[in-house]
């Protein structure tokens, strides 16, 4: 059974950047693409993007000027940084795996929700 | 972006009832379209992909129909289980876009 996990810090100041890691457990990080999306409290889910396990990526525009994706194949994980981060950036962030076509998210963590105060 | 308008925002329905949940696109998205479930402080599960095709594990009660732009997720006879939040998804561009969900509540 594929697993995810979140990890990273809750509590991020103004300004400064939002770092996540998702463990990948009980499958191949191969073959897959790896995505990111967040659900600010009591609203609807955003995704942000993904990276494929060879490391290309494709971002929300949006987002892509603050948004860096990468890859560790040998650790089985993948990672999120958002730059230049503001209250608005305040959620629960989700991993996730999405399929090859048609294209679904079939496992999730269980996401972790990062605050952004000073 | 393509959007995507999920309607009703919230429902009220009683156990046993048959619910249907409509999702439009802003424009044609063939059947790259999927249905998840939240439950209050958990993840999405995915219940339907492909427009209509079920999840391996979810309840035949669900089911799911349409094509291009206008599509419906239907339960047929609601269980305590399925009071949630309902998201439409679309997967035919990018940015992959999601509906701004239907929250199923008890009557």
């Known amino acids: 059974q594929v697993q995810l996990q979140e990890s990273g810090p809750g509590l991020v100041k103004p300004s400064e950047t939002l770092s996540l890691t998702c463990t990948v457990s009980?499958?191949?990080?191969?073959?897959?693409?790896w995505n990111w999306i967040r659900q600010p409290p009591g609203k609807g889910l955003e995704w942000i993007g993904y990276?494929?396990?060879?490391?290309?990526?494709n971002y929300k525009p949006s987002l892509t000027s603050r948004v860096t994706m990468s890859v560790d194949t040998s650790k089985s994980q993948f990672s999120l940084r958002l730059s230049s981060v503001t209250a608005a950036d305040t959620a629960v962030y989700y991993c996730?795996?999405?399929?090859?076509?048609?294209?679904?998210?079939?496992?999730w963590g269980q996401g972790t929700l990062v605050t952004v105060s000073s | 972006d393509i959007q995507m308008t999920q309607s009703p925002s919230s429902l009220s329905a009683s156990v046993g009832d048959r619910v249907t949940i409509t999702c439009r696109a802003s424009?044609?998205?063939?059947?790259?379209l999927n249905w998840y479930q939240q439950k209050l402080g958990k993840a999405p599960k995915v219940l339907l992909y492909?427009?209509?095709t079920l999840q391996s594990g979810v309840p035949s009660r669900f089911s799911a129909s349409g094509s291009g732009t206008d599509f419906t997720l239907t339960i047929s006879s609601l269980q305590p289980e399925d009071f949630a939040t309902y998201y439409c998804?679309?997967?035919?561009?990018?940015?992959?876009?999601f509906g701004q969900g239907t929250r199923l509540e008890i009557e």
């Open positions: 996730a795996r999405k399929t090859g076509k048609p294209y679904y998210f079939d496992y």
């Open positions: 009980g499958g191949s990080i191969s073959g897959y693409s």
């Open positions: 990276i494929y396990y060879s490391g290309s990526t």
């Open positions: 424009q044609s998205i063939s059947t790259y």
């Open positions: 492909a427009a209509s």
């Open positions: 998804q679309q997967s035919s561009n990018t940015p992959l876009t």
